[in-house]
């Protein structure tokens, strides 16, 4: 491979904000899915994940896909996402990341990954990191062919409609807007762009917690919502905390330890019961890892800030806001959660 821009290249990174900036700025969809860095160069395709690994292995039919879209020698930044039922499918997505081989082609012809592309690093022979980005965007439009897999993403310079889409797309999946400055050069591991993220609060059960990893202090928070059914389901942890706030808390919760004998959700969980979530489950992201709780009798009530829902639970650990005393922990149900309405990813792509 012999490219003006060559692998590894750490990708432009974004810092957070409360809303949608307005000025010169182009905005774009947040895509919800994998960061990579394509570099093509005739027959031989890298695949470069954000920590600059190979992901080439996990998506034949992506590269696949990219040969027939992408210009013959060409650098791209852009994300790979699982796309079903008209909406980002988050868990699809990891279900790639795996050690056989078999199970990723059958994965591919299942449910077959995309590529949305929304820079172009590199041309031909030119190195194009040092246009302004609006340069880069109209060169990356003119060089991608249409393709089912292969996208480019939509872009606005309309502050308000960026708004719209923040508040729209959601329902398709995606999670919030990205603003680029549309002078700005490309800027490997700099946070020079700007996203916008959805954030919420609920309120949930704390039944469980984590010991940190450097010793007998909270680690993790472990939260729960219960279902229609009266069944407390593990939706996530809440992990942002000081490290006198996680001593502090050993002390709180300890009059809520589980004593000997007494019964718990998440502890005596029918083997096999796939119809109800539950934490310290092993899989291949977690081997090796201790994955054991401090269980706690599901009396105590907080408040957690949190992104999205990716099915049942948070996509992200919630942030703690606060203890909701006021609360009974059987009123902490997933119908308190706002559900964005369904919107079909096709017209994101417009």
């Known amino acids: 491979m012999d490219l003006p821009v060559m692998p590894p290249v750490e990708p432009m990174l974004a810092k957070s904000a409360a809303k949608v900036p307005v000025g010169d700025y182009l905005y774009e969809p947040k895509w919800d899915g994998f960061r990579c860095i394509v570099f093509r160069d005739g027959d031989e395709v890298v695949l470069g994940s954000r920590g600059g690994k190979d992901l080439d292995r996990y998506f034949p039919e992506l590269v696949a896909s990219l040969k027939e879209a ?3 020698r060409c650098v791209v930044d ?3 996402v699982v796309v079903q039922n008209g909406r980002l499918e988050f868990d699809r997505l990891s279900d790639r990341i795996h050690p056989a081989a078999s199970r990723i082609r059958l994965l591919a012809e299942q449910t077959p990954a995309s590529f949305i592309g929304f820079d172009l690093l590199a041309l ?5 990191t040092a246009a302004p980005f ?10 991608v062919r249409a393709h089912a897999h292969v996208h480019v993403t939509r872009a606005t310079d309309d502050a308000m409609q960026a708004g719209t889409w923040f508040e729209r797309f959601e329902g398709a999946g995606l999670d919030g807007v990205v ?20 954030e919420r609060t609920a309120d949930v059960v704390v039944a469980g917690y984590r010991h940190h990893k450097t010793g007998p202090i909270v680690g993790s928070l472990m939260l729960g919502l219960y279902g229609d059914d009266g069944v407390l389901n593990y939706v996530g942890g809440a992990s942002a905390f000081t490290m006198a706030r996680r001593k502090e808390l050993i002390d709180e919760l300890a009059p809520h330890l589980l004593a000997e004998g007494e019964s718990h959700p998440w502890v005596d969980a029918a083997e096999g019961d796939e119809a109800h979530r539950r934490p310290g489950t092993l899989h291949r992201w977690n081997a090796g890892k201790d994955v054991s709780f401090v269980p706690l009798r599901p009396e105590l009530v907080c408040e957690v800030r949190y992104d999205q829902l990716q099915g049942d639970r948070f996509r992200h650990n919630g942030r ?4 909701r005393p006021d609360r009974e922990p059987e009123s902490c149900r997933y119908d308190q959660l706002d559900v964005p309405a369904d919107y079909d990813l096709k017209d ?3």
């Open 134 to 143: 609006s340069e880069r965007r109209a060169a990356l439009l003119e060089a």
């Open 70 to 72: 992408l210009p013959e």
């Open 179 to 198: 603003a680029k400055p549309a002078r700005s050069p490309y800027t490997p591991g700099d946070r020079t762009m700007v996203k916008v993220k959805h």
């Open 124 to 128: 031909g022979d030119r190195d194009l």
């Open 320 to 323: 703690f806001v606060r203890w």
């Open 78 to 80: 852009g994300e790979i």
């Open 348 to 350: 994101v792509l417009g």
